[in-house]
């Protein structure tokens, strides 16, 4: 079920504040954005630019993977440098990821923008598929769902996975 549905109410903005009980008692609250649409799931973090970093953001993965891979890059995030637009990385357990600039937080981020303001940035966690292959490489398998990247790339196409 949503959160909607799980907690009725006539006023919008008790969902908003619901996060922001989760950011004050974590850092930072995760929207899930329902995969149970035919169109790709996605989620994305919500408070992380109140402590100046970039919102994170992953499409194409069911929501216990996407809550996993945001939680431990934004724990991470908390103690070091956000990862610059080109930058790859592995964390133990997860695919690679390249990271990619959301160019229209606005648009992908509607509830991260409502919490933080209009000029809230995001950066996009770009996974590679179980063979090496980016969502920009033929050949690309994505799973049950396609992985929309909502950015430029910063680096060649010729970068190994």
Known sequence: M??????????????????RNLMNAYGWAIQYVDDRSPRSPWAYTVGLSQCGLPE????????RLAMQYLNDEAS????????????TTQPIGAPRFEIVEVSQPAVHLPIAVRIGGPDVRAIQMVWCDDRGKWPWD?????????????????????VAC
Do not use: K
Request: glycine residues 8%.
């Open 2 to 19: 949503c959160w909607h549905c799980d907690h009725p109410t006539n006023d919008p903005d008790d969902y908003l504040t619901d996060m």
């Open 56 to 63: 994170l953001v992953v499409t194409g993965l069911p929501i």
């Open 76 to 87: 991470r995030l908390m103690h070091a440098e956000p990862p610059s637009p080109g930058e």
């Open 138 to 158: 033929s050949g690309f398998r994505s799973g049950r769902w396609s992985q929309v990247v909502l950015g430029e790339r910063s680096r060649p196409s010729d």
